[in-house]
């Protein structure tokens, strides 16, 4: 990590140093330009994309003082697990498979002020969506459960129930670990962009914003030898307001 830091330390001396030599050039982007970044922790030693929803994130400038933003995310999960014991009198085995695909997009707008030759302080605002998806399948010797919008784990646990003396019985707990969803939100942001060289700039941002995320209810079908559909219902929703920043330096270019 240390190496790491020390080696983006020395180029961006090194950048700054050969800037020094062309004072006179116009370092921040003109109309048409379009940038892109990454997000630098230099105390972790990794790289990341750069706003807090992990976003691949761009601008095209309409004017030196006004660009649109935009950005995106796509994550895909496909599992497979198989467990069991397939063979002898008493088989058992249990074929389970999981997906789950979630999508954010990402549009806002951004007004620079002037600043210095180098600095580039701006204000701006963005207003986002996202989806999730989540499907799961579990099949075993006797039948076949499809449950869509949320992935389920069920777990054995023995109670011990009435007076002494005291009896007991097993019960299934249903536990929804993945739940699809729809997300929206608003964002106001405040940052800059400085300079090292001509459209090579080391940035920060924050931002104050407001989110609501609507959970979608479970929906299972069940096929097989004596089959019980689990009832699962929810009407769930999450509600965010508050700032954020974005944990480390943002590095970027301008083309």
């Known amino acids: 990590m240390k190496k790491m830091f020390l080696t983006v330390a020395i180029a961006m ?6 800037a020094q030599e062309s004072e006179t050039s116009d370092f921040k982007p003109t109309k048409g330009s379009f940038a892109t970044e990454l997000n630098f922790n230099p105390f972790k030693g990794n ?3 750069n706003n807090v929803l992990n976003q691949v994130k761009g601008r095209y400038f309409l004017s030196p003082q006004l660009a649109l933003r935009l950005g995106f995310n ?21 074929s389970e498979k999981r997906k789950s695909t979630s999508f954010g997009l990402n549009f ?10 180098r600095l580039s302080p701006y204000i701006g605002a963005d207003i986002f969506w996202g989806t999730k998806s989540a499907n ?7 039948s076949t459960s499809k449950i869509k919008n949320a992935w389920v784990e069920y777990t054995s646990q023995y109670i011990q129930a009435g007076t002494p003396p005291y009896y007991y019985y097993t019960t299934t707990i249903t536990k929804v670990t993945e739940n699809a969803y729809n997300r929206f939100g608003v964002t106001a942001v ?21 989110s609501k995320t609507k959970y979608k209810s479970p929906e299972a079908t069940v096929t097989g030898q004596n089959p019980t559909t689990p009832n699962y219902y929810s009407n769930n929703s999450t509600s ?3 700032t954020s920043l974005v944990n480390g330096i943002r590095i970027g270019y301008s083309f």
């Not at 806002?108 to 030759?117: A, L, P, R, S």
């Not at 400085?194 to 407001?210: P, Q, T």
């Open 190 to 210: 405040a940052g800059f962009d400085f300079y090292m060289a001509k459209d090579f700039f080391l940035g920060y941002e924050f931002n104050l914003g407001y």
């Open 74 to 94: 796509v994550n895909t999960i496909d599992s497979a697990q198989n467990y069991g014991t397939p063979y002898g009198a008493q088989s058992n085995f249990t």
């Open 240 to 242: 965010k307001f508050g």
């Open 108 to 117: 806002g707008i951004e007004k620079h002020f002037k600043g210095t030759k």
């Open 136 to 142: 799961q399948e579990i099949s075993n010797n006797a």
């Open 13 to 18: 001396v090194s950048l700054y140093a050969s």
């Open 47 to 49: 790289l990341s994309f």
